[in-house]
């Protein structure tokens, strides 16, 4: 059973920078996945989607994210990344990542994806 673990998140400054990375369980999983996104929550807030790539590197992101967070991947570590740049108060969340190998799922940052991390937490 494969399982994704969220790393990187902590307490920053506003205008400071993390990177938060999600790492599969099993060896080449996410050279496998169709997409793979980057959510967040708060509590007593939808759970918004931040970033997505597809299996051919092609990436979206929401408008809250565009120009200052860039969604990757390494299949080689098989490890997805979310590099957060100028970060504000407002970015504070649970960050989630999520992926999905089924080839029918249509990627973006609203995907519905089936698998998911357990989160990690970014304070501002």
């Known amino acids: 059973h494969v399982q994704l673990v969220e790393s990187g998140g902590g307490s920053v400054q506003a205008r400071r920078s993390l990177r938060l990375s999600c790492a599969a369980s099993?060896?080449?999983?996410?050279?496998?996945?169709?997409?793979m996104n980057w959510f967040r929550q708060t509590p007593g807030k939808e759970r918004e989607g931040v970033a997505s790539i597809g299996s051919d590197g092609t990436t979206i992101y929401a408008d809250s994210a565009e120009g200052r967070f860039t969604i990757s991947k390494d299949n080689a570590k098989n490890t997805l990344y979310l590099q957060m740049n100028s970060l504000e108060p407002e970015d504070t969340a649970t960050y989630y990542c999520?992926?999905?190998?089924?080839?029918?799922?249509?990627?973006?940052?609203?995907?519905?994806?089936?698998?998911w991390g357990q989160g990690t937490q970014v304070t501002v």
């Open positions: 099993a060896s080449g999983y996410v050279a496998s996945t169709k997409c």
């Open positions: 999520a992926a999905s190998r089924n080839p029918l799922v249509r990627c973006g940052v609203h995907a519905h994806l089936g698998l």
